[in-house]
């Protein structure tokens, strides 16, 4: 069992920045790729970025390339989702999750662990 969870979320401006923290639990962190999906009110959840077990094979959806950075630290068992220029279409709930597969990064249903979220709000 592992679990996930999110910090770092808040109200900024548009064109501001966050990062936003995910701190896994348990021995097997190093072993999982890492995500981190979106969901504002009545959409779809969206996937946002991946990693793999060592901080490479990074993966980013096309509304946030350019913007927004993906990266870990084993040691610390935390994925950090570094977020700039930020617009107001980027409000949502920033979700992190973790899987042992590498095929269909981009699918909610390929990763077994979530955390609870975490909310970012962006002000015109």
């Known amino acids: 069992q592992v679990q996930l969870v999110e910090s770092g979320g808040g109200l900024v401006q548009a064109g501001g920045s966050l990062r936003l923290s995910c701190a896994a639990s348990?021995?097997?962190?190093?072993?999982?790729?890492m995500g981190w999906f979106r969901q504002a009110p009545g959409k779809e959840r969206e996937f946002v970025a991946r990693v793999n077990q060592y901080g490479g094979g990074v993966f980013y959806g096309d509304s946030v390339k350019g913007r927004f950075t993906i990266s870990r630290d084993n040691a610390k068992n935390t994925v950090y989702l570094q977020m700039n220029s930020l617009k107001p279409e980027d409000t949502a709930v920033y979700y992190c999750?973790?899987?042992?597969?590498?095929?269909?990064?981009?699918?909610?249903?390929?990763?077994?662990?979530w955390g609870q979220g975490t909310q970012v709000t962006v002000s015109s």
């Open positions: 999750a973790g899987t042992s597969r590498s095929a269909k990064y981009y699918s909610t249903e390929t990763y077994d662990y």
């Open positions: 348990g021995r097997s962190f190093s072993t999982y790729f």
